[in-house]
């Protein structure tokens, strides 16, 4: 693998921009397939092309035969996405695990005192209001959502930009009774019964959970499961050997 | 994008900038319970300090064994692996799957 080629790749990861890393398998011959542009001789042979852009649009890598030879298709999709309202000590626990899971992770959290940089290193966190913030991330169908602050006035904002976003998972701490309330405030808000039903709450999978970690577990799990009910491909690990 | 131990591709870029000589290895197919899907990938160096796996654990000492001959003699190799494999005392998948390893030298 040429260096520029996979410079160009890690370039294309860091804007979150879709690639296809195309690689003929006999001489290690190599093009780059984007949405709108391709670089590469190896890439102009319409089969390839065609091959590649379908690799592009479903996020699976694969080995097909073209014209030009046997090639691998190599798709480097944007890794899904966590945003997280409240930079609270959950979140601190959260934070790296959804890193080392693969997540994209933002932090969002107005209060200075919680969103100091020290306490998430190598880390966005985004220092604005919920709302804000949120209209400007703009959750689609790669990013998940969960509100930790148990403020009404932090939470409230971010959940009603994420229900009426594509988020495939939204959730937010609380009890059964601090749900039942949100429900109340959101209502008055033009959020539908069918919206607010999208809302995990209580947060995360029933685990017994207890501690902070314990809770980031709960709720990290309860996101990897509803990413792969949704049949979305990135990071979708293979069955277990 | 967040910096996580996955940044295979990061780790293979940092390596070359530190002057080592360096090899990816990607799962291009697979077959049956195979432990890591197509387009995983390992690093590894001219030392063999790897990152990364293509496998569970199975057959990563004999893909890094390949990917320092790479490094050497700059050619790219096309490794299968698999329960049917002659070498299958020593490198089979013991889940009973089957996968395929590409192994380039990087630059």
């Known amino acids: 693998m040429k260096l520029e080629t996979l410079k160009a790749v890690q370039a294309a990861r860091e804007s979150r921009r879709a690639v296809v890393l195309v690689k003929r398998i006999a001489d290690g011959a190599e093009a780059l397939v984007y949405g709108e542009s391709v670089d590469g001789e190896l890439a102009s042979a319409p089969d390839v092309l065609a091959a590649a852009r379908a690799a592009l649009a479903s996020g699976r890598s694969d080995t097909v035969e073209t014209s030009a030879g046997k090639v691998f298709l190599h798709a480097f999709v944007p890794a899904r996405r966590l945003i997280v309202v409240g930079a609270v000590h959950i979140a601190q626990a959260l934070v790296p695990m959804a890193a080392m899971t693969g997540f994209d992770v933002v932090v969002i959290d107005p209060r200075r005192a919680f969103a100091a940089d020290h306490r998430f290193p190598n880390v966005t966190v985004v220092q604005e209001w919920p709302d804000e913030a949120m209209e400007r991330l703009k959750p689609d169908a790669t990013t998940a959502v969960v509100t930790l602050t148990h403020d009404p006035k932090l939470d409230d904002p971010a959940l009603e930009v994420a229900l009426k976003s594509d988020a495939y998972y939204v959730g937010s701490l609380g009890s059964r009774r601090t749900h039942e309330k949100r429900k109340a405030r959101l209502t008055e808000v033009g959020i539908s019964e069918a919206q607010f039903a999208r809302i995990h709450g209580p947060v995360g999978l029933n685990i017994g959970a207890k501690s902070p970690a314990e809770i980031a577990i709960s709720i990290l799990a309860e996101i990897i499961q509803t990413h792969a009910a949704s049949g979305q491909p990135a990071e979708r690990p293979a069955k277990a050997a | ?89 020593d490198v089979g998948l013991a889940c009973g799957g089957k996968v395929q390893v590409f192994v380039e030298r990087v630059g």
């Open chain 2, 1 to 89: 994008m967040t910096a996580t131990s996955e940044d295979i591709l990061g780790t293979a870029a940092a390596w070359k900038g530190q002057g080592r000589g360096v090899a990816l290895a990607t799962v291009t197919l697979t077959w049956g319970s195979s432990p890591r899907p197509v387009g995983s990938q390992l690093v590894v160096d001219q030392d063999g300090h790897m990152m990364g796996s293509v496998s569970g654990g199975c057959i990563e000492g004999a893909v890094v064994r390949e990917a320092v001959a790479a490094i050497k003699d700059g050619k790219p190799r096309l490794l299968d692996f698999g329960v049917t494999d002659e070498q299958a005392w």
